[in-house]
């Protein structure tokens, strides 16, 4: 399993863009780049994946290196409700192994 | 649309006593399912995880048990608490076969006592 490693803690402003980075230099070819997000007392909420592209939906993007050994998750406008810690899982085959996230601080 | 239930949201049990926990899904069908546990201040920890009825891969050992009786259920069990099992424990799904991402339900908070 590809190891990853996240910044512990990261502030933001509200409404200011937020990147969020990842490094997973030890990837497999065909792992997959799942971020997920945990807001208090609740369970993980998927965010966004991609394998090699770029990624964008409603929530976030998702920028891949082109060497795929780091991803930036891409929160365009920060709101108060984006506080979380967020997950960044390389993913082949059927487990999902949570490291300790990134938690993210929005100040209003 | 594709609904995860789990039940109970909160439970307080003593030292000793049995555990089962319940997750449902509807709305898919073949999912793969997987209980995570998560204890206080602490990260998430993978338990015990299905690609089918009756196939239960167990990540780490432990006095928890899990079974997938029928297709959309996964039951986690335990014969007798110990005060290391409380914590947040989680279902989550995903279809099966592909690169999809898990879902989460809502949690069960244990506190054994």
Not at chain 1, 34 to 43: I, K, M, N, T, V
Not at chain 1, 46 to 55: A, D, E, F
Not at chain 2, 2 to 14: C, G, K, M, N, S
Not at chain 2, 72 to 90: E, M, N, V
Request: aromatic share 10%; with cysteine.
């Amino acid at each position: 399993d590809a190891k990853t490693t996240q910044p512990n803690s990261m502030e933001s402003n509200e409404e200011e863009p937020v990147h969020l980075p990842c490094n997973h230099s030890t990837i497999s070819g065909t792992d997959y780049i799942h971020w997920y997000r945990q807001l208090p007392s609740q369970g993980p909420e998927y965010v966004i994946h991609g394998l090699t592209s770029n990624v964008n939906n409603r929530m976030a993007s998702l920028a891949i290196a082109e060497d795929r050994k780091s991803s930036t998750l891409i929160l365009h406008r920060a709101t108060l409700r984006d506080a979380a810690v967020y997950y960044c899982i390389p993913n082949t085959g059927n487990q999902f192994y949570f490291g300790t996230g990134t938690s993210l601080t929005v100040i209003p | 649309s594709q609904t995860i239930h789990q039940w109970p949201a909160t439970l307080v049990q003593p030292v000793g006593s049995p555990l089962s926990l319940e997750c449902t899904v509807e709305g898919t069908s073949n999912p793969n399912l997987y209980w995570y546990r998560q204890a206080a201040g602490r990260g998430l920890q993978l338990l015990f995880y299905s690609v089918g009825i009756g196939q239960i891969s167990s990540e780490v050992p432990q006095n928890l048990s899990a079974s997938r009786p029928q297709d959309r259920q996964f039951i986690l069990s335990s014969k007798k608490l110990l005060l290391s099992d409380s914590g947040f424990y989680l279902c989550a799904w995903r279809t099966g076969g592909g690169y999809s991402p898990l879902h989460f339900g809502n949690g069960t908070r244990l506190t054994v006592t």
